[in-house]
Structure formats: structure tokens, C-alpha cells
């Protein structure tokens, strides 16, 4: 299989879930990312696992990327609050203090204003 003239060696549906069940042969092989460029990340359809990032999987005890790094970096991104600041009142009980945070008012976290925070951490 080739995708945009790689050639593909592995297909990600082969790569095991566990870890432990892979061996150093996949590393330096080329790895077909899920999005198979079918996404506006700026997928590059395919990547390679380098011994030291297949070390770092096997002592973390995680299992392989499924997308190229493009993709994860994109995924990691759109998990960020964004860049805007919304208008919010402190949530502790009896506090009036307001404040700008990222945490837009439909979220379900509690937000406190900085010393309400301190008194229920400390």
C-alpha cells in the first residue's frame, strides 16, 4: 500500500495495543497514520517510531501512535483552552469577587478567584 508515493510497511491495525506485546522491529519502519490525510492537521499521511521515542513507549508503558506527529500535535492543541478571556464571578460561597478567566461560563468547573483558591488548597 502506498499512500502520497510512501510505501507503507505497516498499517496501524496490525500494530499490537499493548506495549509489551511489540518488538524493536517497528522501529525505523514506516507507519500509516489513522487520519491517512483525511483531516486538516496537516497530516503527513505516514511517520517512523526512532529507538530512543520506542524506549520511551516501552518504560512509560504506552502503547504506539496511531497518527502522525502533525496530528497528535494538532490533537494535543485542541484540548488548550482558548485564547479568550471571559468575564466570571468567584464561586465560592460568599464571595463577590470578579475576575477574567479561560474557563468559558458553559464549563462545568468551579472557578475561584485567586484567594478562595489559596484558602481551600492550603
Not at 502520497?4 to 491495525?13: A, D, F, P, S, V
Not at 517510531?49 to 513507549?57: A, D, G, L, T
Not at 460568599?94 to 462545568?108: I, L, Q, V
Request: with cysteine.
Amino acid at each position: 500500500m502506498a499512500i502520497n508515493g510512501k510505501k507503507m510497511m505497516l498499517e496501524i491495525t496490525r500494530l499490537p495495543d499493548n506495549i509489551k506485546d511489540v518488538d524493536e522491529s517497528v522501529v525505523g519502519k514506516i507507519i500509516g497514520c489513522a487520519h491517512k490525510g483525511g483531516c486538516n492537521e496537516q497530516c503527513s499521511t505516514a511517520f517512523k517510531i526512532i529507538p530512543s521515542e520506542f524506549n520511551f513507549y516501552k518504560k512509560m508503558n504506552f502503547t504506539l501512535p496511531r497518527l502522525c506527529p502533525n496530528c497528535r500535535h494538532y490533537h494535543r492543541l485542541k484540548q488548550r483552552n482558548p485564547f479568550k478571556l471571559w468575564h466570571r464571578k468567584c464561586m465560592h460561597e460568599g464571595c463577590t469577587n470578579e475576575f477574567e478567566t479561560s474557563y468559558a461560563p458553559d464549563r462545568s468547573e468551579i472557578v475561584y478567584c485567586e484567594q478562595c483558591y489559596n484558602s481551600e488548597v492550603a
